[in-house]
């Protein structure tokens, strides 16, 4: 639900629930990582810049050894794409 009464393309404040699954809690002022569906566009783009194919499959590793993203370990260049970055 938009919160505010005159919202602008580039300003907005959405109310949003969320159904967390099953064993998961949230505390206040924690954070909760949303991945939109990146464009076949963009996904296309960015394949192009780092001459990859959509198919090409990529080990993903995490620096340290911990990561935040839930990604599993491998993916398809034009998955990790779509689901895992921002291209925004």
Not at 15 to 39: M, Q, R, S, V
Not at 47 to 54: A, E, M
Request: glycine share 4%; charged share 20%; hydrophobic share 40%.
């Amino acid at each position: 639900v938009e919160l505010r009464q005159k919202a602008s393309p580039t300003e907005s404040t959405l109310h949003i629930e969320l159904e967390l699954p099953a064993g998961k809690t949230y505390k206040t002022a924690c954070n909760a990582l949303i991945f939109p569906l990146n464009t076949e566009a963009n996904v296309r783009r960015a394949l192009q810049v780092v001459d990859l194919p959509d198919n090409q499959l990529l080990r993903v590793v995490s620096a340290g050894g911990y990561t935040k993203l839930p990604c599993p370990e491998y993916v398809t260049a034009g998955n990790f794409f779509r689901r895992w970055v921002d291209l925004q």
